[in-house]
């Protein structure tokens, strides 16, 4: 899952993208508010939230939202804002966010909100089951055969992008982009790494693994493996 922050505080941006990252997800940072907007509009398929801070140089927040809502009504928007009225809390709604958290804020209650933004966009389940695997997203739990696996960060976000997109072969390009950041090179061969990981400690010996490879394109995980 790919965020986007636009924040020009360089201490809060690393504080939020340190925090998201330990918990799996892939971040971006724009400093500013031109930089921002135009990597949320160059990647909008590819964010799953958006955090935007108000007062940045170039753009501010609200120009941003309204600019992002003109393209695309659903990417949730949060913003960060130091505006404690609620007149200003109810401009950014009108603006287009979906919420807006106060600096200074904890980590857990950003986070907090970013889930329960992300389940109601997605508004899809947060348990997969394909074989004798199951993925509980909201408790962050994989099962084989009822017994606990143990996967990192980015094996556990990887298997449920291919669970969400079961039935469906995900593309290594798109692969590359919804779980890992812009900054990372684009030598794709990681995601074999990961792959092959995840085959290890969700097959079982002798029988066909669970992600089937789709030659010169990607990977699946079958409607009924
Ligand atoms: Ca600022």
Same mark, same amino acid.
């Given at each position: 899952?790919?965020?986007?922050?636009?924040?020009?505080?360089?201490?809060?941006?690393?504080?939020?993208?340190?925090?998201?990252a330990?918990?799996?997800?892939?971040?971006?940072?724009?400093?500013?508010?031109?930089?921002?907007?135009?990597?949320?509009?160059?990647?909008l398929?590819?964010?799953?939230?958006?955090?935007?801070?108000?007062? #940045?140089?170039?753009?501010?927040?609200?120009e941003?939202?309204?600019?992002? =809502? %003109?393209?695309?009504? $659903?990417?949730? *928007?949060?913003?960060?804002?130091?505006?404690?009225t609620?007149?200003?809390?109810?401009?950014?709604?009108?603006?287009?966010?979906?919420?807006?958290?106060?600096?200074?804020?904890?980590?857990?209650?950003l986070?907090?909100?970013i889930?329960?933004?992300?389940?109601?966009?997605?508004?899809?389940?947060?348990?997969?089951?394909?074989?004798?695997?199951?993925?509980d997203?909201e408790?962050?739990?994989?099962?084989?055969?009822?017994?606990?696996?143990?996967?990192?960060?980015?094996e556990f976000a #990887?298997?449920?992008?291919?669970?969400?997109?079961?039935?469906?072969?995900? =593309? %290594?390009?798109?692969? $590359?982009?919804? *779980?890992?950041?812009?900054?990372?090179?684009?030598?794709?061969?990681?995601?074999?790494?990961y792959?092959?990981?995840?085959?290890?400690?969700?097959?079982?010996p002798g029988?066909?693994?669970?992600?089937?490879?789709?030659?010169?394109?990607?990977?699946k995980?079958?409607?009924?493996?």
């Amino acid at each position: 899952m790919r965020i986007l922050i636009v924040e020009d505080e360089t201490s809060i941006a690393n504080f939020i993208r340190d925090g998201l990252a330990e918990e799996g997800f892939a971040v971006d940072i724009a400093d500013n508010g031109k930089k921002g907007l135009q990597l949320a509009l160059d990647n909008l398929a590819e964010y799953d939230v958006i955090l935007l801070d108000w007062m #940045l140089p170039g753009l501010n927040g609200i120009e941003i939202c309204r600019s992002i =809502r %003109r393209e695309n009504e $659903i990417i949730p *928007i949060i913003f960060l804002t130091a505006k404690d009225t609620v007149d200003d809390a109810v401009f950014g709604l009108e603006a287009g966010a979906n919420d807006y958290i106060r600096k200074p804020f904890s980590f857990e209650e950003l986070l907090a909100r970013i889930r329960v933004l992300m389940r109601s966009h997605q508004q899809v389940s947060t348990e997969f089951e394909a074989g004798d695997i199951l993925m509980d997203v909201e408790r962050h739990i994989v099962s084989k055969e009822g017994k606990p696996v143990d996967l990192t960060q980015k094996e556990f976000a #990887l298997l449920e992008y291919l669970l969400r997109n079961k039935g469906k072969v995900c =593309r %290594r390009t798109r692969i $590359i982009e919804k *779980i890992w950041d812009i900054h990372f090179e684009h030598d794709s061969s990681v995601i074999d790494v990961y792959i092959n990981a995840l085959r290890r400690k969700l097959d079982t010996p002798g029988t066909p693994s669970l992600i089937t490879t789709v030659r010169g394109v990607g990977y699946k995980i079958e409607e009924a493996p």
